[in-house]
T-cell receptor
Framework: GAGVSQSPRYKVAKRGQDVALRCDPI?????LFWYQQALGQGPEFLTY????????KSGLPSDRFFAERPEGSVSTLKIQRTQQEDSAVYLC??????????????FGAGSRLTVL | RKEVEQDPGPFNVPEGATVAFNCTYS??????FFWYRQDCRKEPKLLMS???SGNEDGRFTAQLNRASQYISLLIRDSKLSDSATYLC?????????FGAGTRLFVKA
């Protein structure tokens, strides 16, 4: 597609519910990143995929967070047993290049999660 | 200490003013540096990459000082449309690390 597409744009969950957030990156982009952005803060790194391989998941805050990209294209971020502190905007970004280097990220519009 | 530190602002400036933001980073092995712009409730978008030699794009000038581990952004002749949050970022390994951003309000 022309840009990075994320869905849903808005999600309200009751505490304890599981949620799944989808990211459709720019076609052909090898690298895919997930970030979490709390109100008034910068994006915080969660995880990185190079094609289907998850090469870095050091930013995932707990084992309730799980991400996958099984075919090297669409990615899903799953949050189990949501807590109020999970409320944030979840941003997906993709990049044509591999790794960091001169990596320029193109972000999707984000999925805004509110946990009640 | 945070990996990237920025003055959160807000900076309130009149149209036509020159405004400068600084950002410091802690990882001396950082590879590449960037400024992203984020409008309210929107996603970050790349404003410009930052090089040691300094680079300019129209009214915007970015500078990197590796010895002192800071990057800067200068905006000349500010426009109302420049009002946004400016995020500095660097890449290290596979990650791009962002600062918390500096808010700019340009007033008529």
């Amino acid at each position: 597609g022309a840009g990075v597409s994320q869905s849903p744009r808005y999600k309200v969950a009751k505490r304890g519910q599981d949620v799944a957030l989808r990211c459709d990156p720019i076609s052909g982009h090898v690298s895919l990143f997930w970030y979490q952005q709390a109100l008034g803060q910068g994006p915080e790194f969660l995880t990185y995929f190079q094609n289907e391989a998850q090469l870095d998941k050091s930013g995932l805050p707990s084992d309730r967070f799980f991400a996958e990209r099984p075919e090297g294209s669409v990615s899903t971020l799953k949050i189990q047993r949501t807590q109020q502190e999970d409320s944030a905007v979840y941003l997906c970004a993709s990049s044509l290049m591999i790794g960091a280097g001169a990596n320029v990220l193109t972000f999707g519009a984000g999925s805004r999660l509110t946990v009640l | 200490r945070k990996e990237v530190e920025q003055d959160p602002g807000p900076f309130n400036v009149p149209e036509g003013a020159t405004v400068a933001f600084n950002c410091t980073y802690s990882n001396s092995a950082s590879q590449s540096f960037f400024w992203y712009r984020q409008d309210c409730r929107k996603e970050p978008k790349l404003l410009m990459s930052v090089y040691s030699s300094g680079n300019e794009d129209g009214r915007f000038t970015a500078q990197l000082n590796r010895a002192s581990q800071y990057i800067s952004l200068l905006i000349r002749d500010s426009k109302l449309s420049d009002s946004a949050t400016y995020l500095c970022a660097y890449t290290g390994g596979f990650k791009t690390i962002f600062g918390a951003g500096t808010r700019l309000f340009v007033k008529a």
